[in-house]
Every structure is written in C-alpha cells, then in structure tokens.
C-alpha cells in the first residue's frame, strides 16, 4: 500500500520550535524528559500560560492625558 501524495513542504518554512519548547519544558517549568514528551501541545501550552506576557489594551489618549497630567516631566533637570 502507498499511500496518496500530500503537500510537498516549503524547505524554507521554520518547523516546530523543538529548542525553545523544550528549554521552557526543562529550565522554566522543571518538566523531566519522560514528563515533557508525555504532555500533549495543549498540556504545554496551559503549563506554560503563567509565563506569558499577556497585557490589557493599549492606553488611550485621555488615560495618556490623565497620566501626563499627574505625572508631569520635571523641567527643573
């Protein structure tokens, strides 16, 4: 049995990032090999979400205004 072509991979497309999720598996997260290659990518993904930067919206410009007011640069430097 052979099995029906399938899309030829782009030789310049970046693969699975194996280093870094493993370093994050390893340093960051203490994960044991036999752990790390256990989990499933949302396994990881949930293990890993403490450590995201996750931000609120961008300031808008009133906030910006109301904290420029508030906290005004000092000229006297």
Do not use: N, Y
Request: glycine content about 8%; overall charge negative; proline content about 12%.
């Amino acid at each position: 049995m052979s099995a029906a072509p399938g899309p030829v991979p782009d030789p310049g497309a970046a693969g699975f990032p194996f280093d870094e999720a493993m370093t994050a598996g390893f340093a960051l997260i203490g994960l044991s090999s036999a752990e790390f290659w256990a989990m499933t990518p949302r396994e990881f993904a949930r293990a890993l979400a403490p450590f995201a930067s996750r931000c609120c919206e961008p300031m808008g410009r009133a906030d910006l205004a109301a904290l420029m007011a508030r906290f005004p640069d000092d000229e006297a430097r």
